[in-house]
């Protein structure tokens, strides 16, 4: 069945040759200093298995202070920068393509972690994410330029690290998130108290790393309309509509939105839709959240069909290392455990979901 799922679209720099993505998914088996390890090398190679995917790395962490989950990999140490080196060649060398998550994430910081590593846990403003959690310090002006500068430098040690690019994580109630959402921002300096001013933060941090790494390269996630760890907006259009023309107006790479049915990883019920979002940047985005095969045709087919639009697949692409094969010949999924989702540093439920028979007989007719 011919399906514009399965023709190449242009990403910023790079030229998909299908529409199916991998997105982020943290799966903590990073090292205990945040190094990636042979076994991310083996789950990212794996998934890079037909050429021409994009595969967006899960969120890394971008300087000492601002760690805050376990075993999550990061991008400041140049020892990182040669781990996640090998993973892209790996990729590369499959002939696919990788972009480098990024994230700070403020209140959300695990405090275990920020006493046994020594940081403080810090927020837009001093707002606990749920009642008697850490109440997070308020950055100062300086140490959100600080911060800036921070993921500046990550963006040049992804381009060191082999990356086509990095994806700035701008939802998910991460710390960029609870900038611009006033349930988390009740600042009333120049990063809060007006839709501009809660701007500002996400349009700087976009900012210098188009200047560090060019602007094509950048991708930015957003989930307007996700309630997931009590974020959320009675009607985020006019904020978001802000975001998507600073990022517009940069000319980033893309725009990867989170459709409302996901909270996270998992699935609610919502009806609220991302349409606003298509006219206001050019293009092209990423949508993620509770899409099947057929669902993913019927969005790039039916309901946008001059659009630019990728689709990405989360929870499918942890159990099916050969996913994209699967749904062009329409074969049956394998079920994700989510138990193994956030194993620390278990090989279980991480490198050992199958590649489908079909797919290893056509890897071996290839060979021939
Ligand atoms: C185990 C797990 C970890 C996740 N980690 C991240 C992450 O690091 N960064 C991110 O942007 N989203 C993360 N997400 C959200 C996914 O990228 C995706 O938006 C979500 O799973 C919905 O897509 P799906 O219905 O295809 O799974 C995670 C989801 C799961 C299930």
Do not use: C
């Amino acid at each position: 069945m011919n399906s514009r799922l399965f023709e190449p679209l242009k990403i910023g720099k790079i030229e998909v040759n299908h529409r199916i993505i991998m997105p982020g998914v943290s799966r903590m088996r990073a090292t205990d200093d945040h190094v990636p390890t042979d076994m991310m090398l083996e789950y990212y190679t794996q998934r890079a298995a037909v050429p021409g995917t994009l595969i967006v790395t899960e969120a890394n962490l971008i300087a000492t202070e601002h760690r805050g989950y376990t075993n999550a990999p990061g991008i400041w140490s140049q020892e990182q920068i040669s781990a996640w080196k090998k993973i892209t060649d790996a990729v590369h060398k499959k002939g696919s393509y990788m972009f480098l998550q990024v994230m700070t994430m403020g209140r959300m910081a695990d405090p275990a972690e920020a006493k046994k590593e020594g940081f403080t846990i810090v927020g837009a403003s001093a707002i606990p994410w749920t009642e008697g959690a850490v109440v997070p310090e308020p950055m100062t002006v300086e140490s959100i330029r600080q911060m800036v500068q921070a993921f500046g430098q990550a963006a040049k040690n992804a381009i060191e690290a082999g990356f086509d690019g990095v994806e700035v994580l701008g939802g998910n109630g991460m710390l960029i998130e609870q900038f611009i959402q006033p349930v988390t921002n009740t600042r009333n300096d120049e990063y809060g108290g007006s839709i501009e001013n809660r701007t500002r933060l996400v349009k700087e941090i976009l900012q210098i790393m188009a200047t560090n790494i060019g602007p094509e390269r950048l991708g930015l996630r957003l989930t307007p309309w996700s309630r997931y760890l009590n974020m959320g907006m009675d009607d985020p259009v006019e904020q978001y509509s802000q975001v998507l023309r600073a990022a517009n107006d940069l000319q980033i790479g893309y725009i990867h939105l989170v459709e409302s049915r996901v909270k996270g990883g998992d699935d609610v019920v919502s009806n609220d839709k991302l349409d606003f979002a298509f006219p206001l940047f050019r293009g092209p985005f990423i949508v993620a959240g509770g899409h099947t095969g057929d669902s993913a045709r019927k969005l790039v087919d039916q309901d946008f069909p001059e659009s630019d639009i990728a689709v990405a697949f989360g929870r499918h692409f942890i159990a099916n290392p050969d996913l994209v094969f699967r749904i062009k010949h329409d074969l049956a999924l394998n079920p994700y455990d989510r138990s193994s989702f956030y194993s620390l540093k278990e090989p279980k439920g991480y490198i050992d979901y199958p590649f489908s028979p079909e797919y290893l007989e056509s890897e071996q007719t290839r060979s021939q």
